[in-house]
């Protein structure tokens, strides 16, 4: 009897409601980019967004002579926006991180009237939170 031969073990049934398993696949080049470059490209969309953004704003206020506050809530809302897209909506914390501090970047030229003036710091936190909602997804 114990050298006799045992039928194997039967497998397990399979549960109901588990999800399939996907096969593991090694990485190339047409997956597309990995999650770290996607990170790093929404950091480079947000700087440019800024440096372009908040150039355009300095050149409108000196042409015209006017400091305007609000733009900046556009510029901060377009920078959190230039990082999500660019980052193909990959979440990390520091795209809505940089998208804030690029933000603040943009508002470096109008820093002295932030001092005399309550409308520009609301202006700053609105246009940081704009920021940070539309990278964060």
């Known amino acids: 009897r114990f050298l006799a031969r ?80 660019a980052s193909r909506d990959e979440s990390s914390l520091l795209l809505p991180a940089s998208a804030v501090v690029f933000t603040l970047l943009a508002h470096a030229y109008f820093i002295p009237y932030f001092l005399v003036s309550p409308w520009f710091w609301l202006s700053l936190a609105f246009a940081c939170f704009n920021a940070w909602k539309a990278a964060a997804n």
């Open 6 to 85: 045992q039928e194997p073990p039967a497998a397990p049934a399979p549960m109901a409601n588990a999800a399939p398993l996907r096969p593991i696949r090694e990485s190339s080049s047409q997956d597309g980019p990995t999650p770290a470059a996607c990170v790093v490209r929404g950091i480079a969309a947000g700087f440019a967004t800024a440096l372009a953004g908040g150039g355009a704003w300095v050149a409108v206020s000196i042409a015209v002579g006017i400091r305007i506050p609000y733009v900046g809530l556009l510029v901060g809302w377009l920078v959190g926006l230039a990082t999500a897209k």
